[in-house]
């Protein structure tokens, strides 16, 4: 993953808080790489990073927007795609990317993905999926392996997990991926294709956490879950969401499932709005009233 | 259909509604709620009226993501509110505590109705006043008001706004079913008339910005997400950079400021109204409809010839502590009617320290008191 060349490192720093290392994830945690791939793709798009907003709820993973130097929120738990549907309705004009964990998402904030994927509310969500509740010391969650033993399923785990690409496509996303922290050059690409497109997207990132749930599991380094990776990863695209469940052990269907184009959450609002109060007053103009009255705050 | 701004005129209408419409002058341009009764109006209102001023309505998939949503909208440089009632109240204490530790200007409207749980959704209460205070986890200091009229409930909803932005926090509306279904003219001045608290914006260039430097008044300036000061906030505790800092001395040196930042300026926040209250041998303290009812027991008794005085709580929160104790060292008792088993009350009982008698007159709810109840205690009082 260094093969990115000097330049693009240099320049990728400047969005991280160097103040803020060292960083509190575990050596061989996938979190760390999966946060290089988003910096990297961000590089490479001309988007404004004063314009990007970076919602993180609670857990491991919820603690990337402390990382980023970029407007970023760590929000309670469950609770960062709500919040960042207030950031980007209130402004348009914000690239919001919300960078969570599995149980952060998809246990206690489901609803409020469900929700949001069915608005297609224009954001992009990275999900690193490490298979358990790491910061609380390894808990099953939603994503939890039959049979995978945590803290909580001490035997064994018998609660049927959670497939989150047949979620999020299920409930609307407009753009579904899922790699592992091992494809590195992919996920960036990914990444990337995301944050220029409109809509809904979801990826999932299948991320080690040796200390906890791999070592319940016998992958107790991050070396151990990174050769799982590559051993039972298969590249497909254009999978139904619906084909790719994990098993323990089992293989990892990763790829770009889902990528099409539907009117997002504010595009039907402008349409209704036109519809009611025709359309020489857009909401263009309203946004722009918006920026004007959030200006005359300031005065 | 045209759009129409801020109205300006007199009108009739519900407290509800005037709720809404006070958003709107205070200039609320995001609204996130979730239908609950007998606050469905407030969010019926916005989703009518936020278009026509160009802001944004959003009906969330519960409370939970129309708090969290409020305080991202807030984050992007837009007024922000909610309105709710009882149950949606318990589910918003999680993310109004973030409200608070993210220092985040924002109003929540509770329209008050009888509990616990689902209790008498179409009938009024006054049973959430100890959680407007404490309802969240943690130390905090918190600004609620009290209307006693849809007039109010126009007024106080810009008051909350205002002071929401002069304190960064979440300041909540406490209305209730009564006031808030009762129609009554509602006189919304012109938008010139209506004085606006702006935000503090930050006066240092973008690489000099540090989230919570304090000022001389303990609040920080706040930075609008997009305008390029790539600041980070966290519902942790924090230092002045924002970043978590996992000891007691930042905790201390944080909530300490949350706390005194609301208690060093009581007398700015504070607002009550007085009748009679200074030769007074019983004083009726109370608020919202439940003070409209006492007003009317007030004026009964002073007709038999008692010395009654009348004290209205317009602001609960922070509780206006030395006016209390004050008055119990010049009056003998004070009457508290509340719609719930005795909140409001401890407040009194505790600043009156023993020098006047305190005495509730409680309502489980799904009606106000009965005048002549109130009345009866006065009677009682002064026998």
Known sequence: MNDDGSEQTQEMDQYLREDRMPHIWCPGCGIGSVLHCFLSALVKTDIDADKVCVVSGIGCTGRAAGYVHLDSFHTTHGRAIPFATGLKLANPELQVVVFSGDGDLVAIGGNHLIHAARRNIDMTIICVNNFNYGMTGGQLGPTTPLDARTATSPSGNYERPFNIPYLAAASGATYVARWTSMHVRRLEQTINEALLKRGFKFIEVIAPCPTVYGRMNRQPTGMDQMRYYQENSVIQHGADPKDVDIDLNGKIIVGKFIDIDLPTYSDLQLRVEQKAFGPEESKGEAVKKKAATAASKSK | ?383
């Open chain 2, 1 to 383: 259909m045209a759009r129409r701004g801020p109205l300006v005129g007199e009108f009739f209408m519900n407290g509800d509604i005037a709720c809404a419409e006070g958003g709107i002058s205070a200039g609320c341009r995001f609204f996130a709620g979730y239908p609950i009764t007998p606050a469905t109006e407030v969010a019926e209102r916005m989703a009518a009226r936020l278009p026509e001023v160009g802001g944004t309505f959003i009906q969330m998939e519960d409370e939970l993501g129309s708090m969290a949503a409020i305080l991202g909208a807030s984050w992007a440089g837009v007024k922000s509110m909610t309105s709710t009632s009882g149950p949606g109240f318990s589910l918003m204490m999680e993310n109004l505590g973030l409200g608070i530790m993210l220092e985040t200007p924002c109003v929540v409207a509770n329209i008050q109705r009888a509990g616990p749980s689902t209790g008498l959704p179409t009938l009024t209460g006054q049973g959430d006043m100890m959680q407007a205070r404490w309802g969240s986890h943690g130390p905090y200091s918190i600004i609620a008001l009290c209307p006693s009229s849809p007039q109010e409930c126009y007024y106080l909803t810009i008051k909350a706004f205002n002071l929401s932005e002069q304190y960064r926090l979440p300041v909540l509306v406490m209305a209730d079913e009564i006031v808030g279904h009762m129609s009554e003219k509602v006189v919304i001045p012109p938008p010139e008339d209506i004085p606006l608290t702006p935000r503090r914006q930050p006066t240092t260039p973008p690489g000099e910005y540090v989230p919570f430097p304090p000022d001389e008044d303990l609040v920080p300036p706040m930075a609008n997400a997009g305008d390029g000061y790539r600041f980070h906030v966290t519902g942790l505790t924090h230092d002045e950079r924002g970043y978590p800092v996992m000891t007691a001395a930042a905790q201390d040196k944080l909530v300490r400021r949350l706390i005194d930042k609301i208690e060093v300026n009581k007398a700015d926040i504070i607002e009550i109204e007085e009748d009679g209250t200074e030769d007074a041998d019983v004083i009726v303290c109370s608020y919202g409809i439940s003070a409209r009812v006492s007003q009317y027991a007030v004026e009964l008794a002073r007709g038999e010839g008692i010395k009654v005085g009348m004290l209205r709580l317009i602001t609960v929160w922070p509780f206006p502590e030395e006016r209390i104790r004050q008055l119990a060292r010049q009056t003998k008792t004070f009457i508290v009617p509340e719609i719930n088993s005795g909140q409001i009350v401890l407040e009194v009982e505790r600043c009156a320290g023993g020098k006047a008698e305190t005495l509730l007159l409680p309502h489980m709810g799904g009606s106000a008191h009965r005048p002549e109840t109130i009345l009866e205690a006065i009677r009682s009082a002064v026998k």
